[in-house]
């Protein structure tokens, strides 16, 4: 019988791998767009560029220092690698990171403005305030720096112009708050065009004509 990998290298590279491709197949990124990194001591696991998550295996993925410096992988690392070493650089709570382009949290990036108004979830995964980042070019020493100022003590921030930063303890944490994110974004558009979309159905929603039970 084949021998089941355990080591923690194995196991920290099995979860950036299923954190993939949950980003995937629940549509949080769009083709081979966004990144995820685990960190285990000295050395971060992230995905490769330009990479599909579904053909993604563990040869693929690259283990670098927290200089950025690659240790292990052929591949060249994601792009924004730089903003995944600044986040565990200033947060050394944070073990996992999970970059999406979710439709309603980067719609809601370019507006420049925190995410509001709050959500149960928001408290639930103990979120913090969710704030927009100043725009940078993707993959920049800049956009790394804009979302560490903002990013704070939260567990989110969104990149402005960009999509959604979150970090956890463990990717389950980290993956689990992206959905968070998505969700409380989702809910903030349809406030902000809810009360057009709800009048009519208000308006005809008043009582129901004489002898008639509603």
Do not use: K
């Amino acid at each position: 019988m084949r021998a089941v990998l355990t080591t923690p290298r194995a196991r920290a590279e099995r979860q950036v791998l299923a954190a993939g491709r949950a980003l995937a197949a629940r549509d949080m990124v769009t083709g081979t767009t966004g990144n995820v990194s685990v960190r285990r001591g000295d050395r971060i696991v992230i995905t490769p560029s330009r990479t599909a998550y579904a053909t993604m295996r563990r040869r693929d993925l690259v283990t670098v220092g927290l200089d950025g410096a690659v240790v292990r992988g052929t591949r060249s690392p994601s792009r924004e690698l730089a903003l995944h070493l600044a986040i565990y650089a200033a947060r050394p709570d944070a073990r996992a990171l999970v970059h999406t382009h979710t439709p309603h949290a980067t719609a809601w990036s370019f507006l420049d403005l925190p995410l509001r108004p709050r959500t149960e979830e928001m408290d639930y995964y103990a979120i913090g305030e969710i704030r927009t980042s100043r725009p940078a070019p993707a993959g920049s020493a800049a956009l790394a720096r804009a979302a560490v100022d903002v990013l704070g003590d939260a567990r989110a921030v969104l990149l402005g112009h960009h999509g959604a930063v979150t970090v956890g303890a463990d990717l389950d944490e980290a993956l689990a708050i992206a959905q968070a994110v998505e969700h409380q974004a989702h809910v903030a558009w349809l406030l902000r065009g809810g009360d057009r979309a709800a009048g009519p159905l208000r308006r005809s929603a008043h009582v129901a004509p004489a002898g008639r039970r509603p």
